[in-house]
């Protein structure tokens, strides 16, 4: 059963009432003149989902564009739900997120599609409302005219309006209290150069999309400091992930570097690659789309409930302060440094790791044979990495925390699979066996 959230302020009340205005409204206007003459099976090219995306993309890499205290995954998925309900709702060979609108059959789906992703996009980034304006007029304007677009947009805007209204009031919006850090080894502390606050710290309180909690798969502890599985695996990253580091090769250094952007921009790019590649149509593409990026938003949200619950400290702490840790097998370095500086929270799980894991799960469920995957990196312009496999993929971003420094293998190893426990619970209930 999907989760529905309850609509607690005064402007959520509004929002959720002028949703269901609207959807009574549309209903009785789209089943005057109803046809059955495209027998709800317009499944058109699946472009529409990716120019959307693309648009989202270039929104969250401006900068100051998202807000600072708001995950862009959040906004991923809310925009590929209401795309894909929409889409679903006209096309009914899928089972719907969460809001499914009458529609007849003569609506088209790829109207649906590109008012949704307006829709949910100025309300989102009200300040690009001229530029999103001038993409859906371009969109509409190559459909043809007739009250099969107009149904279409009428379904759009309905769905949109009623996921808007319904994720108003999910915890995205609170204050995060003020952190404060622990003082025993293990301890997360602040981090060089900058020792800039944790971020996201509130996040876990965020209702999930589709998991029933935000620790539905949270992962056990961190082996104890003491361990030599733990002394191990700080002993690797205090080898490779240095500044320094002479045991790391080249490629190994490439790798580290290249990964370095946000995981899920990149896995999302991954994914309009392989979906250009494989011609999906439109509802398969919006289907896969909305699943991505509901696992990615669940998936934040699981790892941040999992980073703060054992707030454990980053390698740099780690192997400067090795000599509170209690355990001999590591030898302190107060002057480590890592390739990359690194992220403010905590390090287990990784977040690399977790988005890795749920973007290959979902992609192999949608693309099981092997593809030939190109990556390009946001940091690295020119640089192409090339794989077969999207677990492959997966892995090898997962190790590029390890040579950036930032994360151990174990942090790395239990995120992936926090990632695809999470992709595993999204994908039954769009349908995706």
Do not use: C
């Not at 590109?114 to 304007?141: F, R």
């Not at 009031?169 to 150069?193: E, I």
């Not at 054992?310 to 590591?330: D, F, K, S, V």
């Not at 496999?389 to 590029?400: I, N, R, W």
Request: no cysteine; proline share 8%; aromatic share 8%.
């Amino acid at each position: 059963m999907k989760k529905k959230l309850v609509v607690g302020t005064s402007i959520g009340i509004v929002l959720v009432i002028g949703a269901l205005v609207a959807t009574l409204v549309l209903t009785s206007t789209l089943k005057v003149g109803a046809s059955s003459n495209t027998a709800n099976a317009f499944n058109g090219s699946g472009a529409v989902v990716i120019a959307w995306n693309k648009e989202l993309l270039h929104i969250v890499q401006t900068p100051g564009a998202q807000p600072a205290t708001v995950h862009p995954t959040r906004s991923y998925a809310i925009l590929h739900a209401a795309i894909y309900d929409a889409v679903v709702s006209i096309t009914r060979d899928a089972p719907a997120y969460l809001f499914s609108v009458s529609a007849p059959s003569s609506a088209r789906a790829d109207a649906a599609a590109a008012t949704a992703g307006h829709d949910t996009l100025v309300a989102l980034y009200p300040k690009w409302k001229a530029a999103l304006d001038q993409q859906l007029a371009s969109e509409l304007a190559a459909i043809p005219n007739g009250a099969g677009k107009q149904q279409g947009s009428q379904v759009g805007q309905a769905v949109a309006a009623r996921l808007l209204a319904i994720r108003a009031t999910d915890g995205s919006a609170a204050t995060p209290p003020p952190f404060v850090p622990g003082n025993q080894p293990g301890n997360y502390q602040l981090t060089p150069p900058k020792f800039a606050a944790p971020v996201f710290t509130n996040w876990s309180n965020v209702t999930p999309f589709v998991l029933d909690n935000a620790a539905q798969f949270r992962p056990g502890p961190p082996p104890a400091l003491t361990s030599q599985a733990y002394a191990q695996a700080i002993n690797e990253v205090k080898s490779l992930g240095q500044n320094t580091s002479t045991t790391r090769t080249p490629d190994q250094t490439v790798i580290g570097k290249f990964w370095a952007g946000p995981i899920w921009n990149t896995w999302n790019e991954i994914a309009e690659n392989a979906a250009l590649a494989h011609h999906t149509n439109l509802e398969t593409t919006a289907r896969l789309f909305a699943v991505l990026n509901l696992s990615f938003a669940d998936s934040t949200i699981a790892f941040y409930d999992a980073k703060y619950h054992y707030q454990l400290w980053r390698p740099i702490t780690a192997i400067r302060e090795a000599n509170t840790a209690g355990n001999p097998a590591i030898v302190g370095d107060p002057t480590w440094t890592p390739l990359a500086p690194t992220a403010p929270d905590p390090s287990y799980p990784s977040a690399h790791g977790v988005i890795s894991g749920a973007g290959a799960a979902v992609l192999s469920s949608f693309f099981p044979k092997k593809d030939q995957i190109r990556v390009t990196s946001d940091v690295m312009p020119g640089v192409v990495r090339t794989f077969t496999s999207y677990s492959d993929v997966a892995t090898e971003a997962g190790l590029s925390r390890i040579y950036s420094g930032q994360h151990t293998r174990i942090d790395i190893e239990v995120g992936s699979e926090l990632g695809h426990n999470v992709a595993q619970f999204v994908l039954p209930h769009l349908g995706v066996k």
